[in-house]
């Protein structure tokens, strides 16, 4: 009897510090603790369904170091990475503006299927102000923009936005 083998996916994070993506990522891994600031490049699997995704975590305060660590992910993983999510926090239009300065580092690579995630939407609420992310969409040639609160929404929603973007079925 042969055993399927599994599909693998890689989805790589990229956004400045602070805008949640190790948030996002341990939310839809089903891990409880706070993040703390990432120093190095995380690299989380996760099954779903007969698809293997490798989740990856880049760290940078800044837009040259996010850049860097993708250069990293780009030497462990080739060509494979599948997904590009860039985040950024809807509160904080400094975070919405390095996502120009990260894109001109990574378009130097193969262009990937590409999505943008505006993060922190229980902030929004709060503080009533966000930074729309529509143009980003454009500029960084990505499918479409998702408005999500790493932190609040359920976490199924936050994968089946990653497995949507694959074109994976529903988890």
């Not at 860097?68 to 239009?93: N, W």
């Not at 120009?100 to 505006?118: F, L, M, N, Q």
């Not at 939407?121 to 999500?148: C, H, P, Q, S």
């Given at each position: 009897?042969?055993?399927?083998?599994?599909?693998?996916?890689?989805?790589?994070f990229?956004?400045?510090?602070?805008?949640?993506?190790?948030t996002?990522?341990?939310r839809v891994l089903?891990i409880?603790k706070?993040?703390?600031?990432t120093?190095?490049?995380?690299?989380?699997?996760?099954?779903v369904?007969?698809t293997?995704l490798?989740?990856?975590?880049?760290?940078?305060?800044?837009?040259?170091?996010v850049?860097?660590?993708?250069y990293?992910?780009?030497?462990?993983?080739g060509?494979?990475?599948d997904?590009?999510?860039?985040?950024y926090?809807?509160?904080?239009?400094a975070?919405?503006?390095a996502?120009?300065?990260?894109?001109?580092w990574v378009?130097r690579y193969p262009?990937?299927?590409?999505?943008?995630a505006?993060?922190?939407m229980?902030?929004?609420e709060?503080?009533g102000?966000?930074?729309e992310?529509?143009?980003a969409?454009k500029w960084?040639?990505?499918?479409?923009?998702?408005?999500?609160?790493?932190?609040?929404?359920?976490?199924q929603?936050?994968?089946?936005i990653i497995?949507?973007?694959?074109?994976?079925p529903?988890?």
């Amino acid at each position: 009897m042969f055993r399927r083998r599994k599909e693998t996916r890689t989805v790589v994070f990229l956004g400045v510090g602070g805008v949640g993506k190790t948030t996002y990522i341990y939310r839809v891994l089903g891990i409880t603790k706070q993040p703390r600031v990432t120093r190095r490049p995380g690299v989380y699997q996760l099954a779903v369904g007969n698809t293997e995704l490798y989740l990856v975590d880049t760290p940078g305060q800044y837009a040259v170091e996010v850049a860097q660590r993708y250069y990293e992910a780009i030497k462990t993983f080739g060509t494979r990475l599948d997904l590009i999510i860039y985040m950024y926090s809807v509160v904080d239009p400094a975070t919405y503006h390095a996502l120009w300065d990260i894109e001109t580092w990574v378009s130097r690579y193969p262009p990937h299927r590409k999505i943008v995630a505006g993060n922190k939407m229980d902030l929004f609420e709060e503080l009533g102000y966000m930074t729309e992310g529509e143009d980003a969409v454009k500029w960084l040639n990505a499918a479409r923009i998702y408005y999500v609160s790493a932190l609040k929404d359920d976490p199924q929603k936050l994968l089946a936005i990653i497995a949507e973007s694959l074109g994976l079925p529903p988890p």
